[in-house]
């Protein structure tokens, strides 16, 4: 990116200190500067740059590392003290990683090493500029949020596309009735969420839901499970049971995955659903009961009874009211959303600080697939918080979600076994290889373009053995 283009970028009208001991950097500094269409203001060490801060207030600062008096690092461990909470760039002729790290542990945004090109001191700017826009985003998204959750939300999930809001509109219709309903919407979706909603929704709020996974009991112990048995019915039936019918009576039963149920006790369901009444195992007598049914799958029931695995009749009993959720893919401007819900969540869960996702981040979720839908967001944002080094999260975070075969040559490098962590490790070393090719081998300017620190950079050309 030529100069010009990075100075037609860039918003002007941005306040900024220069600090440095040597006149002629703060000259050449402030004229680059301004002619950029920043507005400059200069000190010749820490000291008057933190008279000048308690002054002023800055968008960015560039700080020398050594200066007498007071140097780089005092002046920013200072200035964090004092809560100041402008980004803060370090330039020094004297730069190691180590004092690289022990800058950005204190706080500097990034670390400019000199000698250095007009370009990289604007491009510096223009990614914290970029930095600073994404934080105040991520404000404006929080104070939202609890907009969102008030007008677009049912149960516990949180939507803003038409397709999720017209479900929300439809759960939160037929919760008032005593109505059967179906679920239906691949895996990680939520239905068990809409299913809750519906049951909280209904006049049988305080009363109790159950739910089973028809496909997690085995075959021979389903029927106990469901409808109870007495003592004696079987071997090992040492007591009465009460079965799950009975234990939601008045309240709500939640069948998931009810594809998955033996034909066997297709029939007996049905009859549940006809006349209102169970029969536990073993039992020669028939107990009332009051349980609204709300069945899930995952499964294409039309098929299944094509096919013979599920009992028409039961079909049309269960779909009385169909409730059919959208895949996470034809949903996709609820992912932000999604994504900052699970964030806050994963914070609080691991007592971590992430304010938001990078653009480029938010870019690479947008254009995957989520064959595992909500459910896998929500693992693939756990993960990233996890994995983070920084309070955004970047798209390295994110590399088990993308598609080994869109990066490459060779995609079979990926496949060649199924670890996760070297299959990682190359999609890496290709990202770092492509953006030094990119900047010529500047390795400041590639650890921009990959959202990543300087020294994390050379960390990682050292860990991977990255040539070019």
């Known amino acids: 990116m030529s100069r010009s283009e990075i100075i037609k970028n860039y918003p002007l009208d ?3 200190l220069v600090i440095d001991d040597e006149e002629n950097m703060r000259h050449m500094l402030s004229t680059l500067l301004k002619k950029s269409g920043y507005s400059v203001d200069t000190a010749e060490d820490g000291s008057v740059g933190l008279e000048k801060m308690n002054q002023n207030q800055y968008d960015f600062i560039l700080c020398d590392l050594k200066m007498p008096k007071c140097d780089g690092m005092e002046f920013l461990k200072t200035a964090r003290k004092q809560n100041h909470e402008t980004t803060i760039i370090m330039m020094s002729a004297f730069g190691t990683i180590d004092s690289a790290l022990e800058a950005m542990k204190l706080g500097a945004y990034d670390f400019i090493s000199k000698p250095f090109k007009a370009d990289e001191v604007l491009l510096t700017l223009k990614k914290a500029e970029e930095r600073e826009s994404l934080k105040q985003e991520n404000i404006r998204l929080k104070t939202q949020l609890k907009k969102i959750e008030a007008n677009y939300n049912f149960g516990n999930m949180v939507a803003k596309s038409k397709a999720m809001l017209d479900v929300f509109t439809l ?8 109505t059967t309903v179906l679920i239906t919407g691949e895996s990680g979706t939520g239905k068990e969420l809409i299913a809750r909603g519906i049951h909280y929704s209904s006049d049988r709020v305080k009363k109790p839901l159950v739910a089973v996974n028809c496909g997690g009991i085995p075959e021979n112990l389903l029927e106990s499970e469901l409808f109870g048995h007495i003592k004696g019915a079987f071997t090992g039936a ?3 049971k009460k079965g799950l019918f009975e234990e939601a009576n008045t309240g709500t039963l939640f ?6 149920l033996p034909l066997s006790l297709q029939v007996k369901l049905l009859r549940v659903l006809q006349e209102g009444e169970i029969r536990p195992v073993g039992d020669s007598k028939t107990m009332k009961i009051d349980v609204r049914i709300i069945a899930a799958t995952s499964k294409n029931l039309h ?3 094509k096919h013979g695995n599920f009992r028409e009749d039961l079909f049309y009993r269960l779909n009385v ?3 059919k959720l959208p895949a996470l893919r034809e949903r996709m401007e609820d992912l932000p959303i999604l994504c900052q819900i699970f964030i806050q969540e994963f914070n609080r869960k691991f007592s971590k600080d992430i304010s938001g996702i990078s653009p480029s981040a938010m870019s690479l979720l947008l254009h995957s697939r989520w064959p595992g839908n909500v459910r896998e967001l929500e693992n693939v944002i756990e993960r990233a918080v996890v994995l983070a080094e920084d309070t955004i999260l970047v798209p390295e975070n994110f590399s ?8 490459d040559e060779n995609k079979d490098d990926f496949l060649n076994g199924f670890s996760i962590k070297e299959a990682q490790k190359v999609f890496e070393k290709r990202l770092i290889v492509k953006a030094l090719r990119e900047t010529n081998g500047n390795r400041t300017q590639a650890a921009r373009l990959l959202e990543i620190s300087h020294p994390s950079l050379l960390s990682k050309i050292k860990a991977y053995d990255v040539t070019l």
């Open 171 to 178: 759960a939160a219709k037929v919760a008032q009735y005593n």
């Open 14 to 16: 941005k306040r900024l």
């Open 255 to 260: 069948l998931d995955e009810i594809g998955e």
């Open 400 to 407: 088990n979600v993308l598609d080994p075969g869109s990066l």
């Open 238 to 240: 040492d007591r009465n």
């Open 321 to 323: 009211m169909p409730v």
């Open 303 to 305: 098929e299944e009874v």
